[in-house]
């Protein structure tokens, strides 16, 4: 089936540590996207990708990066300088070019140890 | 800066009625509104969708009204029904990047619960 998968479910973190989120789609999709999200919020925008090895930040980078060494992939790193790392991250991808919904992933929710 | 107002954050109903979920937006270059369903622990899912140059559309129980002169849209479900207990989420979309990215500005969510 045609979708985004994230891994893994569930990732803890100690301190000083760097951890990086995967996220793979098969839809064929040119545009990436990462969000994080936390209770009461909304989604808000940490990176995003229109096509392979350009990528721009989005509202809340700082502390985080990204690669997009192939279309299929979007991986998200969050590095020690992320002080409140806390929180549920999705990751989602869209057409593009076209005013086309996203689809997201199931997330990946992020603890410190 | 761009922003989207959602309400109620929470809303509670009884089985059988109708809900109700408004959105506004700041941006008047947004053309796209989507919303989203998520369930806990899950990713959102798109359950219907709008165009700037629509003013209603309707998928079943689920309908989306859209008032561009006021910046206002909203989602209306119909006959609720237990499984229709979710977070909601609606976003605003426009083109941010040169070669034609959209970026959505999602609201902060309702959270529906549809009493039986």
Same mark, same amino acid.
């Given at each position: 089936? @045609? @979708?985004?998968?994230?891994?893994?479910?569930?990732?803890?973190?100690? *301190?000083?540590?760097? =951890?990086?989120?995967?996220?793979?789609?098969?839809?064929?999709?040119?545009?990436?996207?990462?969000?994080?999200?936390?209770?009461?919020?909304?989604?808000?925008?940490?990176?995003?990708?229109?096509?392979?090895?350009?990528?721009?930040?989005?509202?809340?980078? *700082? @502390?985080?990066? =990204?690669?997009? *060494?192939?279309?299929?992939?979007?991986?998200?790193?969050?590095?020690?300088?992320?002080?409140?790392?806390?929180?549920?991250?999705?990751?989602?991808?869209?057409?593009?070019?076209?005013?086309?919904?996203?689809?997201?992933?199931?997330?990946?929710?992020?603890?410190?140890? | 800066?761009?922003?989207?107002?959602? %309400?109620?954050?929470? #809303?509670?109903?009884?089985?059988? !009625?109708?809900? +109700?979920?408004?959105?506004?937006?700041? !941006?008047?270059?947004?053309?796209?509104?989507?919303?989203?369903?998520?369930? #806990? &622990?899950?990713?959102?899912?798109?359950?219907? !969708?709008?165009? $700037?140059? +629509?003013?209603?559309?309707? !998928?079943?129980?689920?309908?989306?009204?859209?008032?561009?002169?006021?910046?206002?849209? $909203? #989602? %209306?479900?119909?006959?609720?029904?237990?499984?229709?207990?979710? +977070?909601?989420?609606?976003?605003?979309?426009? +083109?941010?990047?040169? $070669? &034609?990215?959209?970026?959505?500005?999602?609201?902060?969510?309702?959270?529906?619960?549809?009493?039986?």
């Amino acid at each position: 089936d @045609g @979708g985004i998968t994230q891994s893994p479910k569930y990732l803890f973190r100690k *301190e000083g540590q760097n =951890v990086t989120l995967s996220c793979e789609q098969n839809l064929n999709h040119d545009a990436m996207y990462w969000y994080r999200q936390d209770p009461g919020q909304g989604l808000r925008l940490i990176y995003y990708s229109q096509i392979v090895n350009d990528f721009q930040k989005g509202d809340i980078a *700082e @502390g985080y990066s =990204v690669s997009r *060494e192939k279309k299929e992939s979007f991986p998200l790193t969050v590095t020690s300088a992320q002080k409140n790392p806390t929180a549920f991250y999705l990751c989602a991808s869209g057409p593009g070019q076209k005013n086309q919904p996203q689809h997201f992933g199931d997330g990946t929710r992020l603890s410190i140890l | 800066g761009e922003n989207v107002e959602q %309400h109620p954050s929470t #809303l509670s109903v009884q089985e059988g !009625d109708s809900a +109700v979920i408004k959105c506004t937006y700041s !941006d008047s270059a947004s053309n796209y509104f989507p919303w989203y369903k998520q369930e #806990l &622990g899950k990713g959102p899912q798109l359950i219907i !969708d709008i165009r $700037s140059n +629509v003013g209603e559309k309707k !998928d079943q129980r689920i309908a989306v009204t859209l008032n561009k002169t006021a910046k206002h849209f $909203s #989602l %209306h479900i119909t006959e609720t029904q237990p499984e229709d207990s979710a +977070v909601y989420f609606c976003a605003a979309s426009r +083109v941010v990047h040169r $070669s &034609g990215t959209y970026k959505y500005i999602f609201g902060t969510g309702t959270r529906l619960k549809v009493l039986a």
